[in-house]
């Protein structure tokens, strides 16, 4: 089934893309660590990659814009939610993405 995006979508998909062209390098450094930790571990939270590459300078938006726009090129899925370890994030619930079978 081939959804249309709803105006919810393309408002956050223009938001990830604004965030990132601010963050290029940051990103380019996510996507670097999360495709490590894929390939190492089949699945991986934003958490686990920020512990590799860190916080970015600006705006933390540039973690959850990162992650979704590396999982939407893998073709990953939120498989479930988890507590984050970091504790800056105040136990906050992150998902863990894992390939699509």
Excluded at 13 to 22: E, F, P, R, T, W
Excluded at 52 to 75: C, E, H, Q, T, Y
């Amino acid at each position: 089934m081939n959804e249309q995006p709803t105006l919810g979508d393309l408002l956050r998909d223009q938001g990830i893309a604004q965030v990132l062209s601010h963050n290029e390098s940051y990103a380019d450094r996510f996507y670097s660590a999360a495709g490590i930790l894929l390939e190492r571990h089949g699945e991986i939270t934003s958490t686990a990659v920020v512990e590799l590459v860190g916080m970015p300078d600006g705006s933390p938006n540039a973690i959850g814009a990162a992650m979704r726009s590396f999982a939407k090129r893998r073709g990953l899925h939120i498989d479930r939610y988890v507590k984050s370890s970091r504790p800056s994030c105040h136990s906050a619930v992150v998902a863990v993405w894992k390939r699509k079978l």
